[in-house]
């Protein structure tokens, strides 16, 4: 077994991590300090188009997309490792590279799914970076990790389709620049087939109905550089039949589609956080004495360096053989890999960034250290993408089923 990246990997990671160091991290605080007096806080800062500009100059431009005409023709296992140093920037190297979620996952839909109209009105400005864009799902009168709950309803109506629902936590659509939401709704409430009752369909922004209604937060924070977690209402929305992704009936199987890549973006992403908590636990236990002598000398702090060194090593590797296995027997044979990873891998990050806020005292919870904020957005992973009880369910029944 080789477990060296290929050259290709290997000369992307050496111009990524340059790209991080002269452009990305000088950035960040760039990035604070402008968005406190922009108009509205959910504009984007000006340094953000400059980055974009530097990374497609650079041609380290949408790397998530494994087509080579459209992307940048990466396989997962070479676009891990990748997406891993973006993730120690998770505010602002994604959105760079225009491989930030849920635009990704929303490119791939439509790069599967769309017709060519509907491509060269939503996907060619997407992949170019000119707008973002929303996938509109989760609702809160349902239970949603359940998907066959969805009361979202996409009636036809001669040549439109009317769209009434209630929606939250749709990612990015505080942002003005998301300009395009992917809704899945019900065509078919009553159809025999729970599966195939849902559909989607593209909703512009600008359509009369939609109302982006207000910012949810988590745990307190309004994740303005990911454009926000927003209530969307959408009453009586009409837009042309034409706008529906795909056929009716197929939007749970679509979803399905859209889930796998993005669970693995995520893990790899979060790797990258993982990675970023360890340097910094390290830097500061160095740093700062108590009681005589540096943290780094206190075994209890050796423990939490040593033992987030181990799961990192750990993770990384179930994440690098499950984007093996997709590139070679496919999403739906690498089924239990993704679950696995996205069990573990939000997990464990939430313990590793824990230990690194107790490290920081203070600190870690205050907003001049990066930590108490990578711990939320670490912790919405265990929710995000399917909460883990669902993986585990599935991944178990799966399990049981092959010695029953
Ligand atoms: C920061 C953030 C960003 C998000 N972005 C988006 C987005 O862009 N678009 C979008 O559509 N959604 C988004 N979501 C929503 C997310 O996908 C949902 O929260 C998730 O699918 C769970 O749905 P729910 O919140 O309705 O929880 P529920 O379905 O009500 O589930 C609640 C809990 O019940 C338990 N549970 C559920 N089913 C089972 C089971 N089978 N076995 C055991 N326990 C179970 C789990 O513990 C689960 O956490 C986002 C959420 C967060 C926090």
New binding site residues.
């Given amino acids: 077994m080789d477990f060296a990246f290929d050259a290709r990997t290997e000369e992307l990671r050496s111009r990524l991590l340059a790209f991080m160091d002269e452009h990305v991290y000088p950035a960040e605080q760039v990035a604070e300090e402008l968005r406190a007096r922009l108009a509205s806080p959910w504009d984007t800062p000006a340094v953000v188009g400059e980055l974009k500009a530097e990374a497609r100059r650079q041609g380290l431009w949408n790397l998530f997309l494994p087509d080579a005409e459209y992307g940048a023709g990466l396989t997962n296992l070479q676009y891990a490792p990748l997406a891993e140093i973006t993730g120690r920037s998770p505010h602002l190297a994604p959105t760079a590279t225009n491989c930030a979620a849920?635009d990704t996952g929303n490119m791939e839909v439509l790069f599967q799914f769309a017709t060519e109209a509907q491509k060269k009105q939503w996907l060619e400005p997407l992949l170019a970076g000119e707008i973002r864009s929303?996938?509109?799902?989760?609702e809160p009168d349902v239970?949603?990790?359940?998907a066959t709950n969805i009361e979202t309803r996409i009636v036809r109506d001669g040549d439109d389709y009317v769209i009434n629902g209630r929606?939250w936590?749709?990612?990015?659509a505080m942002n003005p620049d998301c300009a395009v939401f992917i809704v899945m709704g019900k065509t078919d409430p009553d159809g025999e087939d729970i599966r195939r009752q849902q559909s989607m369909i593209l909703v512009p922004r600008d359509t009369p109905g939609v109302e982006v209604r207000r910012a949810m937060q988590?745990y307190g924070y309004e994740d303005h550089s990911h454009g926000g977690?927003a209530e969307v209402v959408f009453h009586d929305v009409r837009v042309p039949a034409a706008n529906l992704i795909g056929e009716e009936g197929g939007g749970f199987a679509i979803a399905q589609a859209r889930l796998g890549p993005g669970r693995i973006h995520h893990c790899m992403r979060l790797i990258g956080m993982a990675e970023r908590a360890i340097e910094l636990m390290c830097r500061r236990a160095v740093a700062r004495t108590a009681f005589g002598k540096p943290l780094a000398a206190q075994g209890v702090v050796q423990n939490w360096i040593a033992d987030a060194r181990v799961t990192v090593e750990q993770l990384r590797l179930l994440v690098l053989k499950t984007a093996w296995l997709m590139d070679t027997v496919g999403n739906k044979g690498a089924h239990t890999e993704i679950q696995a990873i996205k069990i573990a891998t939000p997990r464990a990050v939430v313990d590793i960034l824990d230990s690194a806020v107790q490290l920081y005292g203070a600190g870690g919870v205050s907003q001049d250290f990066p930590l108490a904020e990578l711990w939320a957005s670490a912790r919405?992973l265990r929710?995000?993408?399917?909460?883990d009880?669902?993986h585990q369910?599935s991944l178990a029944r799966r399990e049981i089923k092959r010695h029953v």
Avoid at 134 to 138: C, K, V
Avoid at 143 to 146: E, G, L, M, N, R
Avoid at 169 to 172: A, C, D, K, L
């Fill in positions: 849920p929303a996938f509109a799902m989760t239970a949603s990790s359940d929606k936590y749709i990612s990015g988590v977690h919405t929710l995000a993408d399917g909460p009880e669902v369910r």
